[in-house]
């Protein structure tokens, strides 16, 4: 439902391209509709397990040739990390995802890098324990530590994928980490399940750096819908409200997406 959601607003899409991240244990059907006909879509499947503090791969040993069958546009890991957390665990961690880094690499599959700082209880202490204080004063520091960190570690994504950002210093500031030493690495923002005003004003603000090329936001858009659905009578006309609800949605964060130059 939710990727029909999305192709039934494709015709509507003047620039850019759409793409859907789907799990490939609970949306082979997904994967499946995104690579037959119709408009196409960019596909990223993940290849972390759900639910770990550190980065573990959902199908052991044998991830990398789940992704080798799929063949998707990018491979995705979903990361926590912070410069406050144990060094031992974050140098064990970047050895993983320098193993991942370089296997997709072999296998010509572009990386997609999650990354959320969730903060230590000493930065809220700092932040006076105000969630959008360290949002807005201490995230963009830490995001840009935890970048060269992994560039340090070999681990080399085609896309990072960040929490949203409340200036356009701020983004700025990680968007030249992120191209440090001439990378061709770019970036798009988060949903984080925020609310729609929060959504718009971080994208409003990436939009104006020209390494955040766009967007991946996913409750933001169909949680209501799906909700509503499931307390329906689960009939036609209940899905096509919801398909209709989950496209206006998506196009209404595609109209704040105000590229710049």
Do not use: C
Request: without cysteine.
């Amino acid at each position: 439902m939710i990727f029909e959601g999305l192709r039934a607003a494709l015709p509507t899409v003047s620039y850019g391209r759409a793409g859907v991240l789907v799990d490939e244990r609970y949306g082979q059907d997904v994967i499946d509709a995104a690579r037959g006909g119709g408009a196409p879509v960019v596909l990223a499947i993940p290849v972390e397990a759900s639910g770990h503090d550190w980065i573990t791969l959902e199908w052991g040993d044998q991830w990398l040739g789940h992704v080798e069958a799929v063949r998707p546009d990018y491979a995705k890991v979903l990361v926590r990390d912070n410069p406050g957390f144990d060094p031992a665990e974050r140098e064990q961690q970047f050895g993983r995802l320098a193993q991942i880094s370089s296997g997709l690499r072999g296998i010509g599959v572009p990386l997609l890098y999650e990354l959320l700082i969730p903060a230590t209880g000493a930065q809220l202490d700092q932040a006076g324990h105000d969630a959008y204080a360290y949002d807005r004063d201490l995230r963009p520091g830490l995001v840009t530590r935890v970048i060269a960190d992994n560039q340090a570690h070999g681990v080399e994504p085609a896309l990072w994928k960040v929490e949203g950002l409340e200036t356009v210093e701020a983004a700025q500031q990680v968007a030249e980490q992120v191209k440090a030493d001439d990378r061709s690495t770019d970036l798009i923002v988060l949903g984080r399940d925020a609310p729609a005003d929060r959504l718009d004003h971080w994208l409003e603000v990436a939009s104006q750096v020209s390494a955040f090329v766009g967007f991946a936001i996913g409750r933001s858009i169909w949680e209501d819908a799906v909700r509503d659905y499931e307390a329906s009578h689960h009939n036609e006309v209940a899905a096509s409200a919801a398909r209709s609800q989950i496209a206006e949605r998506y196009l209404g964060f595609v109209a704040h997406w105000k590229p710049a130059g």
